[in-house]
């Protein structure tokens, strides 16, 4: 059992930055691949950033790619999104989700479904 715990929403201006961290319970996180998804009113949860479990391995959803930047720390077992140059198209929930692997590979996941830990999610808010 993993309990994910997000931190470090807000609501910022465009253009702004912010850093979200995801804790970890447990002493097995580097068993897991991570992954921060979002889901905003009305629309379906998307995947954003997703991590193997070294952090040798990342990808990004188009809409976000060059602006933020997936991290984990194995050691402190947090997982970090950094957001920069928000749009207030970023508006969302944001959620951390746990996938635990079966082997040590540099596999990353993609999908909402494969993961088996979600966070209770922290919002983000971008202004005009």
């Known amino acids: 059992q993993v309990e994910l715990v997000e931190s470090g929403g807000g609501l910022v201006q465009a253009g702004g930055s912010l850093r979200l961290s995801c804790a970890a319970s447990?002493?097995?996180?580097?068993?897991?691949?991570m992954g921060w998804f979002r889901q905003a009113p009305g629309k379906d949860r998307e995947s954003v950033a997703i991590?193997?479990?070294?952090?040798?391995?990342?990808d990004y959803a188009v809409a976000v790619k060059g602006r933020f930047t997936i991290s984990r720390d194995n050691a402190k077992n947090t997982v970090y999104l950094q957001m920069n140059s928000l749009k207030p198209e970023d508006t969302a929930i944001y959620y951390c989700?746990?996938?635990?692997?079966?082997?040590?590979?540099?596999?990353?996941?993609?999908?909402?479904?494969?993961?088996?830990?979600w966070g209770q999610g922290t919002q983000v808010t971008v202004s005009s």
């Open positions: 989700a746990a996938k635990r692997i079966t082997s040590y590979s540099r596999r990353v996941y993609y999908n909402s479904y494969e993961y088996d830990y």
């Open positions: 991590i193997s479990w070294s952090g040798g391995s990342t």
């Open positions: 447990g002493r097995t996180f580097s068993s897991y691949a």
